[in-house]
């Protein structure tokens, strides 16, 4: 497909969400308070800024946000949408300047019938992980996301149904030396049996089409390598299409309410049109399991092993930013508490581990790579329209960095 008309498809699906959910928010009551808008300011200080080997310089980041969402359910529907926005700056580093945005708009529909099914737009931006990627020290690097979805569902029974989806995705960076971008389009059909009881299981066919324009094809080698200082390897890139195909079998078992669990099991194949690159052949999944145990305290466990482009664009699965080699394995574990310590205390902690491999300009930086991460926070509800919080995160990957990140915030929303 012409690089033109894969944008103009995804500039149609963009706007289609968010006008079906102004839409439908028209016709809502006002008794119903379904919108919600506000101001936030938050300060971080991050120790290690561009996540250096062996230069830690630390920074204050003051962080000046818009926030605004949408929930409404029209009779059969649900009509969706938020948006946060912040204007980061930085005290010392003002080259990292930087404008982020995390948003999404969807609507769930269904029919009197047999027919449902849910129309779905995401987009984010951040800076870059600047470990993963080799562009000039203090230089800006933006990553933005895009995931444009439509999926549809026939029941032939109230508990076997007929099943299908597609979506468009997009990464883009905005320094040049950053050739991780690439372009998605991803379709699938399957069959699902379970309704709304404890059991449900569903098989598949997915299939994914990744459009990479400056692919890291292999590395070069110029002049004399004994040579004081040495030469290192050149990067080489090139237009690369990668097919895969995947047959899932996915799987959701409740049994009671206070605990959900769900997996996915993959059968994946994946090719190049490029030849250096490797094909891929073997067994990819993931599986969640959200427990409750109280009113005030919940669980939500995380495994997943896929490849990095899958990982990102999977819901709850989320590593962002986009790890440097896509078509590589990650593994990924993850635990997230939360306990309602009193009616106007929350308070979360988390601990994450990936491990995947690391294609990067600079040698050294290439190789396996694991990250660990931990985290807590604490919210205080001070009023219905205020709400004050702190969290203090650390990261370190081996044989590269660590970063200690302390931040506190005030979030202000009418409603």
């Not at 997009?170 to 971008?181: I, L």
């Not at 250096?276 to 669980?299: A, Q, R």
């Not at 040698?363 to 985290?375: A, E």
């Not at 960095?401 to 202000?412: M, R």
Request: one cysteine or more.
């Amino acid at each position: 497909m012409p690089h033109r008309q894969r944008t103009a498809s995804l500039t149609m699906l963009k706007p289609l969400a968010l006008g079906l959910a102004l839409a439908f928010g028209a016709t809502a009551s006002a008794e119903e308070s379904p919108y919600y808008i506000g101001v936030s300011q938050a300060f971080t200080h991050d120790s290690n800024v561009l996540h250096s080997t062996n230069n830690e310089r630390g920074d204050t980041i003051s962080s000046t946000g818009v926030l605004g969402g949408i929930d409404l359910k029209p009779g059969r529907q649900h009509v969706f949408g938020n948006l946060s926005a912040q204007a980061n700056r930085h005290q010392h580093f003002d080259a990292l300047d930087n404008t982020s945005y995390d948003a999404a708009a969807g609507l769930d529909w269904q029919t009197i019938e047999h027919l449902s099914g849910a129309l779905q737009y995401s987009t984010k931006q951040n800076l870059v992980n600047f470990a993963d990627v080799s562009v000039p020290v203090g230089t800006k690097d933006v990553q933005k996301t895009q995931h444009a979805s439509a999926s549809v569902r026939y029941g032939i029974t109230s508990q076997f149904g007929l099943e299908g989806s597609a979506s468009h995705r997009t990464v883009v960076f905005s320094n040049a030396e950053d050739k991780r971008g690439f372009t998605q389009r991803v379709g699938s059909a399957g069959v699902r049996w379970g309704g709304t009881g404890i059991l449900t299981v569903g098989v598949s066919l997915r299939d994914t089409k990744t459009d990479t324009p400056q692919a890291l094809i292999g590395f070069s080698t110029l002049g004399d390598l004994t040579a004081v200082p040495p030469i290192l390897p050149v990067a080489a890139y090139g237009p690369d299409r990668s097919d895969r195909r995947d047959v899932d079998l996915t799987t959701t078992w409740s049994p009671s309410g206070l605990s959900i669990l769900s997996a996915r099991l993959s059968v994946s194949r994946q090719t190049h049109s490029q030849p250096s690159l490797p094909k891929f052949s073997g067994v990819t999944g993931s599986l969640g399991w959200d427990y409750k145990p109280t009113g005030k305290l919940e669980f939500k466990t995380t495994l997943a092993r896929d490849t990095g482009s899958e990982v990102v664009f999977s819901e709850g699965l989320n590593l962002f930013p986009l790890r440097t080699s896509n078509d590589r394995l990650n593994t990924l574990a993850s635990l997230e508490a939360k306990y309602e310590a009193t009616a106007k205390i929350l308070v979360d902690a988390n601990i994450k581990y990936d491990r995947g491999f690391i294609d990067a300009l600079d040698v050294s930086k290439n190789g396996s790579r694991s990250t660990t991460s931990y985290g807590i926070g604490a919210k205080y509800l001070a009023s219905r329209a205020i709400t004050l919080g702190c969290n203090l995160n650390q990261e370190r990957r081996s044989h590269t960095y660590e970063d200690t990140v302390a931040s506190c915030s005030a979030q202000f929303v009418l409603r």
